[in-house]
T-cell receptor, first 115, second 111 residues
Framework: DTAVSQTPKYLVTQMGNDKSIKCEQN?????MYWYKQDSKKFLKIMFS???????INETVPNRFSPKSPDKAHLNLHINSLELGDSAVYFC??????????????FGPGTRLTVL | GEDVEQSLFLSVREGDSSVINCTYT??????LYWYKQEPGAGLQLLTY?????DMKQDQRLTVLLNKKDKHLSLRIADTQTGDSAIYFC???????????FGKGTRLHILP
């Protein structure tokens, strides 16, 4: 069973469009994350979200918004796509209990190409 | 197969050096990374090393890479209470977008 899944795996779209990337986890975790992978393949945190709090990396443009229909899903919606948004986006989840944080489990990534 | 392994726990006295070890299996890795995760936060990149380097130093952090043994280590000098976190080792594979993460080492600082 896939623990963290993302769809689509590849997304090619035109500049200016609005698109969403879906993420689902079946681990029962209460915290989910979105990361953007840059050219050196570093992961940069974009959002972390649990049913209590959304934490946004202040460098993320407000064209990006996470949407969580339920605890198992955290979708990434992007408005007015720009060329610089082309990257691989990773979703992850972990279980947090108070100050104890467990291992993060990553999805396979979604490669977004903006033309 | 692709796998990254690291011990789950490490306890160190404040002021001592911490050494976190990691082994990986894929010899085609390009970059190897150390990420830090504090409670309630996502992963933050601490440092990275390109796979053709042996060592990299950045203030209190020293990364050592033994490519023959596929062994990566992170040394934190003069460990402080603020260093208490989970440290993830990761490798990127040149042929695709994949990043393989270890399960994380929980660093606990003793007074």
């Amino acid at each position: 069973d896939t623990a963290v899944s993302q769809t689509p795996k590849y997304l090619v779209t035109q500049m200016g469009n609005d698109k969403s990337i879906k993420c689902e986890q079946n681990l029962g975790h209460d915290t989910m994350y979105w990361y953007k992978q840059d050219s050196k393949k570093f992961l940069k945190i974009m959002f972390s979200y649990n049913n209590k709090e959304l934490i946004i990396n202040e460098t993320v443009p407000n064209r990006f918004s996470p949407k969580s229909p339920d605890k198992a899903h955290l979708n990434l919606h992007i408005n007015s796509l720009e060329l610089g948004d082309s990257a691989v986006y990773f979703c992850a989840s972990s279980q947090e209990t108070g100050s104890i944080t467990d291992t993060q489990y990553f999805g396979p990534g979604t490669r977004l190409t903006v033309l | 197969g692709e796998d990254v392994e690291q011990s789950l726990f490490l306890s160190v006295r404040e002021g001592d050096s911490s050494v976190i070890n990691c082994t990986y299996t894929d010899s085609s890795s390009t970059y190897l990374y150390w990420y830090k995760q504090e409670p309630g936060a996502g992963l933050q990149l601490l440092t990275y090393i390109f796979s053709n380097m042996d060592m990299k130093q950045d203030q209190r952090l020293t990364v050592l890479l033994n490519k023959k043994d596929k062994h990566l280590s992170l040394r934190i000098a003069d460990t402080q209470t603020g260093d208490s976190a989970i440290y993830f080792c990761a490798e990127s594979i040149w042929r695709d977008d994949k990043i393989i993460f270890g399960k994380g080492t929980r660093l606990h600082i003793l007074p």
